[in-house]
């Protein structure tokens, strides 16, 4: 087991004496022993733990609830309960305030060490899968293009990214499925078997299409779009849904377009270049063939 922070709250001075023991023995750090409510928001305030033990009833105008609500309203922190009240009530006010578990006094050293050990490892949990969150929200957010999935109808189910950018159309056009992705295809660049390729999205496992197109925007502008699409499968191999990819390369096609028409005017530059220098030649040879027949001894200089 990890070790952890942990605060104990409790006004019966044995019981938190007797906690200390228990969670040092199961390797914890114990970062405060505090007796009211009012301390112990103070002490998480000062050193946030990863697990707070609160009793519930505890000596002053507030109680643990109260204390865990405020605590918790500001703070990720876990919280399981100390007490030796298991009426409904308070339960169900205990239970409002999200705590990972009770303790019900008197309990066993073992039931206290699995409880915390429990809510350790849900928290961490937490923890992993906000982080992971995060960076895919940052994913999400910093690419540059538009990604999709959609069910194997073709019917969308995310779209995320730069829809109104790169196509012209507002998000919920693409996102209620009102326009198609590949509806704005340009017709001179839709797959001609089409459908079989949609076929296959639908029915082939880890089937993938990637593919440089043109699509027409709202405004009827022309743009370069590469799209990556394949289908996810579940653990028997059956497809279940399609996802994708879709990045502007217009510049990129702008670029190569114009690289294309340098080197080509180059090109013709050169044999035109090359042609004028072997007509001359000929044309020298032609006038110095001309003037032997004439009698002349020196050759005419044909300027070019």
Request: glycine share 6%; charged share 35%; proline share 3%.
């Amino acid at each position: 087991m990890e070790k952890a922070k942990i605060i104990i709250v409790e006004d019966d001075r044995l019981m938190a004496e007797c906690l200390e023991q228990f969670l040092l023995s199961f390797g914890h750090e114990v970062s405060g022993m505090v007796s009211s409510a009012e301390d112990a928001i103070k002490a998480v305030k000062e050193n946030v733990p990863d697990l707070i033990l609160m009793d519930i009833v505890l000596d002053g105008k507030m109680d643990g609830i109260e204390a865990a609500d405020k605590i918790c309203s500001e703070d990720d922190v876990t919280v399981v309960y100390i007490t030796a009240y298991s009426d409904g009530e308070r339960l169900e006010r205990a239970r409002k305030t999200g705590p990972f578990g009770y303790v019900i006094k008197p309990f066993e050293k073992r039931e206290l060490e699995v409880v915390i050990a429990a809510a350790l490892y849900k928290k961490r949990g937490e923890m992993y899968l906000k982080d992971i969150e995060k960076r895919c929200s940052f994913c999400l957010e910093s690419f540059r293009g538009i990604i999709f999935r959609s069910d194997l109808n073709f019917m969308p189910i995310f779209v995320h990214g730069q829809i109104e950018e790169i196509t012209g159309f507002k998000d919920n056009d693409i996102v209620s499925g009102s326009i198609n992705l590949e509806e704005i295809i340009h017709p001179e660049e839709r797959i001609i078997n089409s459908a079989e390729t949609m076929e296959k999205l639908r029915t082939v496992p880890n089937f993938s299409i990637e593919k440089e197109c043109r699509i027409i925007c709202q405004d009827k502008q022309v743009r370069w779009v590469k799209k990556f699409v394949q289908n996810v499968c579940d653990d028997s191999g059956k497809p279940i849904f399609i996802q994708g990819i879709v990045c502007d390369i217009t510049k990129r096609k702008n670029v190569e377009e114009l690289h294309s028409k340098v080197l080509n005017d180059l090109k013709n530059f050169v044999n035109m270049t090359v042609g004028r220098e072997n007509r001359m030649i000929e044309l020298k040879k032609e006038v110095n063939m001309l003037s032997m027949k004439l009698g002349r001894e020196e050759p005419y200089e044909i300027i070019s």
